[in-house]
T-cell receptor, first 112, second 110 residues
């Protein structure tokens, strides 16, 4: 079975632009979480979606939004990009039990 | 509030044993996880503790004391490939948010 897939792998944007990152969970997983990871730090929680509903939100501004589709794939949107948004964005899915997260390889976003 | 503390860096010798400590203060608790992350790669699951005590899985063991807000990851018979960051993470009550510490970078030397 395929693992968690994310696209694109790398992305370069300029300040003020918006970006959409995509994630497909492992087949059968209904929960998707998004994390931001800056080099040398641990992943910072952004959102968690379960059954297409937002179930958790981290301390990120309203410029960050997400949604989950009927097939459980998910998109993370970031508007009005700032230089500080440059980071690795990780998507993780988990099963019904939710014990552990399975991470995708991430999208490396660079904002110039 | 949410606070997870772990050492920034550790160095150990191949074949030795290393213990990575983690202390946490979180508003809720529904399990503690350890993940391994090699440079440039995604984190991968290592262990999970929800009750007090020791969980052993091959060369890796993890311990939890909920009353002390404390956990450790024990790595035995260290190998060079164990050089990586080790992330301590706590899942909150309800299971809708998993919070990560900053990670401990482990360097294994020959």
């Amino acid at each position: 079975d395929a693992g968690v897939t994310q696209s694109p792998t790398h992305l370069i944007k300029t300040r003020g632009q918006h970006v959409t990152l995509r994630c497909s969970p492992i087949s059968g997983h209904k929960s998707v979480s998004w994390y931001q990871q800056v080099l040398g730090q641990g992943p910072q929680f952004i959102f968690q979606y379960y059954e297409k509903e937002e179930r958790g939100r981290g301390n990120f501004p309203d410029r960050f939004s997400a949604r989950q589709f009927p097939n459980y794939s998910s998109e993370l949107n970031v508007n009005a990009l700032l230089l500080g948004d440059s980071a690795l964005y990780l998507c993780a899915s988990s099963g019904t039990g939710g014990e552990k997260l399975f991470f995708g390889s991430g999208t490396q976003l660079s904002v110039l | 509030g949410q606070n997870i503390d772990q050492p920034t860096e550790m160095t150990a010798t191949e074949g030795a044993i290393v213990q990575i400590n983690c202390t946490y203060q979180t508003s809720g608790f529904n399990g503690l996880f350890w993940y391994q992350q090699h440079a440039g790669e995604a984190p991968t699951f290592l262990s999970y503790n929800v009750l007090d005590g020791l969980e052993e899985k091959g060369r890796f063991s993890s311990f939890l004391s909920r009353s002390k807000g404390y956990s450790y990851l024990l790595l035995k018979e260290l190998q060079m490939k164990d050089s990586a960051s080790y992330l301590c993470a706590v899942r909150d009550t309800g299971g809708f948010k998993t919070i990560f510490g900053a990670g401990t970078r482990l360097f294994v030397k020959a």
